[in-house]
């Protein structure tokens, strides 16, 4: 692994759910958690090829097959490496192509589209031409106009942290004093768990009907999500009760034997 960036490999053909890539540290689409896949599978299956392959931060293919001249004209790929690949309890040949389109893990959107319901979103993805940084959208409930989000091509993004249940960011977002940003992160997006800790004026929103966006206020600053389920904090809040619970009831003989003496 040679590349610095943070980017992931998608799968094709045969090797689709091979998961090898992990024992090298290398992100692939195939690595999500079960619950995450089902919803990429559900997108995947109405969304143009070439479009996901941007939404989902891919910059390398790999396929146990070689790629056409026109199959690589079309889908913008180039090849960079073949070799052997352990898959099923042997080593196959397998080639390796990077996608020319890649769009970064995360980026500030320059322009942010409403939409009225997710068949909506669905009909502008399927636009083979969907530019990720200005046609990419939220539903109008999060919707507060092209007036009030800001794009700065100088604001910068710098990841601090990226695990699975917690990412930091730190970002210097260029604007208006009174204006807000729009960060899209290539991860998928799920309504519950995710909370921003400490950064006053942020809001998680979907982005494109399926990856985490972030409303973010002006200036720099050190956004932090963490992933915290909700049946592991109130596991937390009873296992506190309990104990306390119990502390007072071990307490209790000594105070009650106490005050007979006194």
């Given at each position: 692994k040679e590349d610095t960036e943070k980017f992931r490999v998608l799968p094709i053909g045969e090797l689709r759910g091979n998961n090898r890539?992990?024992?090298?540290?290398?992100?692939?689409?195939?690595?999500?958690?079960?619950?995450?896949?089902?919803?990429?599978?559900?997108?995947?299956?109405?969304?143009?090829?070439?479009?996901?392959?941007?939404?989902?931060?891919v910059k390398y293919l790999l396929s146990a097959n070689q790629l056409s001249n026109e199959q690589l004209q079309m889908m913008s790929l180039v090849r960079v490496e073949s070799g052997k690949y352990y898959h099923n309890f042997r080593y196959i040949d397998a080639y390796l192509y990077k996608y020319l389109d890649f769009e970064p893990r995360v980026q500030f959107l320059s322009q942010v589209n409403s939409i009225k319901s997710k068949d909506h979103g669905y009909e502008l993805l399927a636009d083979p031409n969907f530019k990720v940084k200005t046609n990419s959208f939220i539903n109008k409930e999060y919707y507060i106009g092209d007036d009030l989000f800001s794009y700065n091509v100088d604001s910068k993004i710098i990841i601090e942290k990226w695990s699975p249940n917690e990412i930091i960011?730190?970002?210097?977002?260029?604007?208006?004093?009174?204006?807000?940003?729009?960060?899209?992160?290539?991860?998928?997006?799920?309504?519950?768990?995710?909370?921003?800790?400490?950064?006053?004026?942020?809001?998680?929103?979907?982005?494109?009907?399926?990856?985490?966006?972030?409303?973010?206020?002006?200036?720099?600053?050190?956004?932090?999500?963490?992933?915290?389920?909700?049946?592991?904090?109130?596991?937390?809040?009873?296992?506190?009760?309990?104990?306390?619970?119990?502390?007072?009831?071990?307490?209790?003989?000594?105070?009650?034997?106490r005050n007979e003496r006194i």
């Amino acid at each position: 692994k040679e590349d610095t960036e943070k980017f992931r490999v998608l799968p094709i053909g045969e090797l689709r759910g091979n998961n090898r890539l992990v024992a090298f540290n290398i992100e692939s689409t195939d690595g999500y958690h079960p619950a995450k896949l089902a919803i990429f599978e559900n997108f995947i299956s109405k969304v143009e090829l070439k479009t996901m392959l941007k939404l989902m931060n891919v910059k390398y293919l790999l396929s146990a097959n070689q790629l056409s001249n026109e199959q690589l004209q079309m889908m913008s790929l180039v090849r960079v490496e073949s070799g052997k690949y352990y898959h099923n309890f042997r080593y196959i040949d397998a080639y390796l192509y990077k996608y020319l389109d890649f769009e970064p893990r995360v980026q500030f959107l320059s322009q942010v589209n409403s939409i009225k319901s997710k068949d909506h979103g669905y009909e502008l993805l399927a636009d083979p031409n969907f530019k990720v940084k200005t046609n990419s959208f939220i539903n109008k409930e999060y919707y507060i106009g092209d007036d009030l989000f800001s794009y700065n091509v100088d604001s910068k993004i710098i990841i601090e942290k990226w695990s699975p249940n917690e990412i930091i960011i730190e970002y210097d977002a260029i604007g208006p004093f009174n204006k807000n940003h729009l960060l899209l992160l290539s991860e998928v997006f799920v309504p519950f768990g995710w909370q921003i800790d400490g950064l006053e004026g942020a809001k998680i929103v979907e982005v494109n009907n399926f990856l985490r966006g972030v409303i973010v206020p002006n200036g720099n600053h050190r956004l932090s999500m963490k992933f915290i389920p909700s049946d592991i904090k109130y596991g937390s809040m009873i296992t506190y009760i309990s104990s306390f619970i119990i502390i007072l009831l071990l307490l209790f003989p000594m105070i009650k034997r106490r005050n007979e003496r006194i």
